[in-house]
């Protein structure tokens, strides 16, 4: 069975690939389908308003995600197994999660408070590891 770290490691994979969907149709809505299609050479304006926050808040999720994904495995790989990795890995995905419509809706002291509360969640992880 699957310990609750490793589960909540595979739903923020899955979370990853739903906000790059997300992501990607939002980019298309404003550029359009030639824009998809193009390989993109010529830089194109930055997107704004509920696209370019969901634009912004995937790519957030990228400059998080080595850091959970790492300190799971390296818990998973050393055997340490307790409620202290749970709970921060858990509090990293749920947070998350709430990120996502938090900086769709453009709540910025919401949006930093919910991301500062997913890097707890990786640092308890990491504490649990000392």
């Known amino acids: 069975m699957m310990t609750t770290e490793y589960q909540m490691l595979l739903w923020t994979v899955v979370l990853g690939l739903i906000q790059l969907v997300i992501h990607v149709l939002a980019a298309i809505k404003v550029r359009g389908l030639g824009w998809a299609f193009s390989p993109r050479d010529s830089a194109m304006p930055r997107l704004e308003g509920v696209g370019g926050r969901l ?5 957030n999720l990228l400059e998080t995600f080595p850091f959970f994904a790492a ?3 390296l818990a998973g790989t050393l055997g340490v197994h307790s409620a202290m990795t749970a709970w921060g890995a858990s509090l990293y995905f749920w947070a998350r999660v709430a990120y996502i419509p938090i900086y769709a809706l453009g709540l910025p002291v919401v949006r930093t408070a919910v991301w500062t509360v997913s890097v707890v969640g ?3 992880v990491l504490t649990a590891l000392f």
């Open 122 to 124: 990786i640092v308890l």
């Open 71 to 73: 300190a799971v495995l």
């Open 55 to 59: 634009d912004r808040a995937f790519y």
